[in-house]
């Protein structure tokens, strides 16, 4: 079945600075999704993915889907304290299997 | 509602015990998911509704899990002969279509002792 693998697991980052996660699956998506929880909370909806190549962009975060359909990224530039938490992408073949996750901390 | 609602927020439950979690989907979604989570892992998969109908049941780690939604909206997860190993956040999503958004619900927190 459908892996998903994201890297890295931990991701230790001083205020200010840039960061990117990464997103790797065994088999094509149809399209990827990007969550985020909180400490404490449940996932949230970040964003879709469906093209081949897209890029999206919603403030500091930059999403990419890549060419072949099997890799995502997360770039974070200028990172806040409210950045933190866990990054969750999940590749949608209707079962929306989710990878283990990047979790996020900030130094301030 | 306004969002996936999950009864109870906890359960404590004896070994040995039934136990049933209840999710309220968004009013209008046809999707519905449940998923498992534990501390620092990811939402593991357990079963997809689409309607009233399991489309894949194949996350269901064995015969003691089994859940329902007879009539296209609320579902129960039903775990039978409960173990230390179910203690878990069991996680409830729904979504308009099967290729759109997932909202999730807060999450029933499940300490099997």
């Known amino acids: 079945g459908q892996q998903v693998m994201q890297i890295p697991q931990y991701q230790h980052v001083q205020e200010g600075e840039d960061f990117t996660t990464y997103c790797n699956s065994s088999t094509t998506l149809s399209n990827i999704q990007w969550y985020k929880q909180r400490p404490g909370g449940h996932p949230v909806f970040l964003i879709q993915?469906?093209?081949?190549?897209e890029v999206k962009k919603q403030k500091r975060l930059t999403f990419q889907f890549g060419e072949a359909k099997k890799n995502s990224s997360l770039h974070i530039t200028a990172t806040q304290t409210t950045d933190v938490g866990t990054y969750f992408c999940?590749?949608?073949?209707?079962?929306?299997?989710f990878g283990a996750g990047t979790t996020v901390t900030v130094r301030a | 509602g306004a969002g996936v609602s999950q009864t109870p927020s906890n359960k404590v439950t004896e070994k040995g015990k039934y136990v049933e979690l209840r999710c309220d989907p968004i009013s209008g979604h046809t999707a519905l998911y449940w998923y498992r989570q534990s501390l620092g892992q990811g939402p593991e998969f357990l079963i997809y509704?689409?309607?009233?109908?399991?489309?894949?049941d194949s996350g269901l780690p064995n015969d003691r899990f089994f859940a329902v939604r007879p009539e296209g909206s609320v579902s129960t997860l039903k775990i039978q002969r409960t173990e230390r190993g179910d203690s878990a956040v069991y996680l409830c999503?729904?979504?308009?279509?099967?290729?759109?958004?997932?909202?999730f619900g807060q999450g029933t927190r499940l300490t099997v002792v």
């Open positions: 509704f689409q309607g009233t109908g399991a489309a894949d």
């Open positions: 993915l469906v093209k081949s190549g």
């Open positions: 999503a729904s979504s308009a279509d099967r290729r759109g958004e997932a909202f």
């Open positions: 999940a590749g949608d073949d209707y079962k929306l299997s």
